[in-house]
C-alpha cells in the first residue's frame, strides 16, 4: 500500500496532539506538514512531530497538494476557510472542528464535488456515540416505543445533549410520532421527561459522571437497551482513524461519521 | 422450636394463594385456619390447604387464638375490620393489603400496644424495593446528589411510581434540600424530569418492561447506583417470609418491612 | 394491498396459539387453514379461529397452495417433513420449530429455489436478541475488545446460553482472534469465564431472572454496551410479524431472522 | 466548634496533594504540619500549603501532639513506622495507605487502645465502593443468590480485583455456602466463572473501562443490583472527609471505612 501523507490543521492544541499521536502510530500514514498560526516553526519535537514536518504559522503559505489528507482540529471561527483552503489545492479534509453552518456545508460539499475531492465533516467522532445512534436509528424501525436516558456531569449547562437530540431525531425518521402512554397522569410535575415526537428524553446530571447515553426499547415481553459511556475525549480518535481508511475511497464530502460506516 | 400456627385470611385470592404455597414450604410455620367470605368450606385440597384446615366464611366465627399469626391478602373495604378483629383475639398481624389510611394505622397501632401484641403492616413486601430504599436513604447520607429513574410497562396509568416517591421521601430526611445544577438551561422542556427537594425523578413508561427503579448517585470521581426489578408478584413472598420469621419478637405493631430488617 | 392468506401448523400448542392471535390482529393477513395432528377440526373458536377456517388432522388432505404463507410452531420430530410439504405445494414457510439439521437446511433451500419460493427459518424470532446480535457483529469491526454476559434463570441447565455463542460467533466472523488482557494472571480460578477467539463470555444464574445478554465492548476512553432482556415468550411474535411482513418479497429460503432486517 | 489540626504525611505525592486539597477546603480543619523526606522544606506554596505550614523531612523532628489528626498517604515501607510514631506522639490516625501486614494492623490497634487514641485504616477510601460491600453484605441475608461481575480496564495484572473478592467475603459471612445451579453443564469452559463459597465471580477486562462492580442478587420474580463506578482516585477523598468528621469519636484503631458509617 503508498504511504498517505497527512497535514494536522491545530495541531498544537489538545485534540490535535491527540491526532498527531495516532497518526505516528499508523503504519500506513504520515505526516508530512502541520498547521498552527501560533505554533513555534523551529521545534516540532516539542509537539511530537517528526524533524522533517513542515509547520506553517500561515494558511498561503501552504503548497498546493502539502499532503493527501488535511486534518483539523481548529476553532469555529477558522474552519470554514480551512476546509475552503484544503478543497481548493488538493487535500481531502477530515474535519472534527464545530462551528460550520449548514450554509457553509453545503458550500464545502458543492466544492468538493466541483474538485473532485472526497472527505468528511463529523461533528463527534465518538464511535461509541457514532454506533448507538445508527444502532438506534435501525432498531426503532421494529421497536417504535422508546426513551433516551443521557447522563452528564453536573456543571454541563444545557438539557439535553446534543448527542441525546440528533439521536432522537435520527430514530424520528424511522417510526410514526405517537405516545407510548397518551392518557398516563403526573402526581410529580415533569417526570415523564422531555418529549420529541413522543419519544421521551430524560437528562440526568450528578457530579462524577462524564458522559453516558443510554436508548431504551420496549416491546411486548422483551427490552433492547443501547449505551455508550464516553470516560476521555481521547476516544475521539478511534472515529478519525477510521475516517482516515475510508477517506481515499469517498467520492463525496460526508457529513456524519456513521454514513461511512 | 414451637410451631407457629398460621390463619390467612384472603386464602383464595392470588396473593392469598401465594402465601399458602409459602406457608406449607415453611418446616416451623403450619396453617390451622383460613379466612374467606366466598369460599368453599368443604373442599380444602382446592386451595392447595390441607384436610384439616378450618376454613371461616364469617369473620365471627373465628375464634379466639385460633392462630399465632394472621396473614392479611384481602382487599382495601375489609383490612381495617380483619386486623382490628385479629388484635381483639389474640393474633398478630402481617398485612399484605393496602388502603389503610393514617388515621386507621394509627388506631390500630394503639390497639396492639394495648394487647400487647406486635405485628406489621407492609404496603410493598418486595425485598428487592425494600431494600433498595432503605441503603438508598443510607447513601443519601454520603452521596447528597442523586436522581431516580423508575421504569414500567406502558399501560400504568400514574407517574412516578409510588416506590419512587417514597424513595424520595426516605432519601430527603438524610440531605439538605438543593439543587445539583441549579443554573441549567433545558433546551427541551422537561428533560431533567420532576423535583422533590432536588432529587430528580425520571419516569419511563415502555411496553415489555415490568416494575423497576434505579438510584444513581454522584460523587467527586465515583458514581453509586441501585437498582431493583420486579418481575413478579410472587416476588412479595420473600418478604412474607422475613415477616414470619420475625414477627415473633415484635413488641409493636410496624409499620413497613425495612424497619424490621 | 391483497389480504395474504395464512396456514398455522401447530396452531394448538402455546407458540401456536400466540401466533393465532398474532395474525388475527393483522389487517392484511388471514388465516384459513391449521393443521395439527390432535387437533379438535370442529371446533375453531376454542382455538380462537374464525369459523371458516379449515382445521387439518392430517398433512396429506391439505390441499395445494392451501395458504400464500405457512406457519410452523410444530415439534423438531415433525419440521423437516411439514416444511418440504409446504415447498412442494406453492406455500411460503415461516419456520419457528427447531430442530433442523444443516443437511435438512440445505435440502430445503434447494428445494425452495427449485420451486421458487422464498421463506424464513429463525431459530430465535425475538426482534431484541436478532438485533443485539446484528448490532454486535458490525461493532465489532470498530471494537474488537468485546466480552459477552449473559444471564439466566438458575434453573436453566446448560451454560452459556445458545444465543451467547452464537453472538461470539457472529463477532469472531469481524475481527481477528486475540485476547483483551494477554498477561493477566487469576488469582482465583476462572474468574475471567469462557473463552471463544479471545472474546470472553461470562454466565449468570440467578433465581428470578429470566433471559438475558449483554456484549461489552471497549476502546481508548469509552465503551459500547448492548443489552438485551426476554420476559416473555410472547416476544417472539414481534419477529414473526416482521417476518411474515417480508416473506412475499423473499427470493429464496433464508435462515436467520437477522438477514432479512 | 473547636477547629481540628491536622498533619499530612506524604502531602507531596499525588494522593498527598489531594488531602491538602480537601483539608483546605473544609471549615473546621486546618493544616498546620506536613510531612516528607525528600519535599522542599523551604517552599510551601508549591504544595498549596498555607505559609505557616511547618514541613518535616524528618520523622524523629516532629514535635508532640504536632497535630490532632495525622492523616497518612505515603508508602507501603514507611506506613508502619509513621502509625507507630503518631500513636506515640498523641496523634489519631487516618491511613490510605496500604500495605499493613496483619500482624501490624494487630500491634497498632494494641498501641492505640494504651494510649488512648482512635483513628482509622481503609484500604478503600471510595465511599461508593465502600457502600457497595456494607450494602452487599447485608443484602445477602435476604438474597443468599448473588454474583459479583467487575469490570476494569484491560492492563490490569491480576483478576479478580481486591474490592471484588472482599465483596464476596463480607456476603460469605451472611449466608450458608451453596451454588444457586449446582447441577449444570458448561458447553464451553469457564463461563461460569470464579467460585467463592457458591458466590461466582466474573472479571470482564476492557480498554476504555476504568474500575466498576456490580453485585447481582436473585430472588424469586425480582433481583437488586448494586454497582459502583470509580472514574478517578479523586473520589477517595470523599471517603476521607467521611473519617476526619468521624476520627474525633472514635474510641479505638478502627479497620474499614465501612465500620464507622
Chains 1, 2, 3, 4 share one sequence.
Not at 512531530?49 to 502539502?66: E, G, K, M, R
Not at 443510554?214 to 475521539?236: K, N, P, W
Amino acid at each position: 500500500m503508498l504511504m498517505t501523507s497527512v497535514l494536522i490543521a491545530g495541531f498544537a492544541g489538545a485534540m490535535g496532539q491527540k491526532a498527531v499521536d495516532l497518526v505516528n502510530g499508523m503504519a500506513d500514514f504520515q505526516i508530512v506538514a502541520a498547521f498552527s498560526p501560533q505554533a513555534d516553526r523551529n521545534d516540532p519535537e516539542r509537539y511530537n512531530l517528526n524533524d522533517d514536518v513542515q509547520i506553517f504559522n500561515d494558511l498561503a503559505a501552504i503548497p498546493d497538494q502539502a499532503a493527501d489528507v488535511w486534518i483539523d482540529f481548529t476553532v469555529p471561527s477558522a474552519v470554514y476557510e480551512n476546509v475552503k483552503f484544503a478543497l481548493n489545492h488538493g487535500m481531502r479534509p477530515v474535519v472534527g472542528t464545530t462551528g460550520l453552518t449548514d450554509e457553509q456545508e453545503a458550500e464545502l460539499k458543492a466544492l468538493a464535488k466541483a474538485n473532485h475531492l472526497g472527505g468528511l465533516i463529523a461533528p463527534n467522532f465518538g464511535m461509541s456515540a457514532v454506533l448507538l445512534m445508527k444502532f438506534a436509528q435501525e432498531a426503532a424501525k421494529y421497536f417504535p416505543d422508546v426513551e433516551v436516558i443521557e447522563m452528564h456531569h453536573a456543571d454541563k449547562k444545557d438539557a439535553p445533549s446534543g448527542t441525546a437530540l440528533s439521536t432522537a431525531k435520527m430514530m424520528a425518521q424511522n417510526r410514526q410520532p405517537h405516545e407510548s402512554n397518551p392518557d398516563e397522569v403526573e402526581t410529580l410535575a415533569n417526570v415523564r421527561g422531555g418529549d420529541y415526537q413522543g419519544i421521551r428524553i430524560h437528562s440526568v446530571r450528578l457530579p462524577g459522571y462524564i458522559a453516558h447515553e443510554q436508548v431504551l426499547f420496549g416491546g411486548t415481553g422483551e427490552a433492547l437497551t443501547i449505551r455508550q459511556d464516553s470516560f476521555d475525549r481521547g476516544s475521539f480518535m478511534s472515529g478519525v482513524k477510521v475516517a482516515l481508511e475510508k477517506v481515499a475511497s469517498l467520492n463525496e464530502l460526508v457529513v456524519g461519521l456513521e454514513n461511512i460506516l
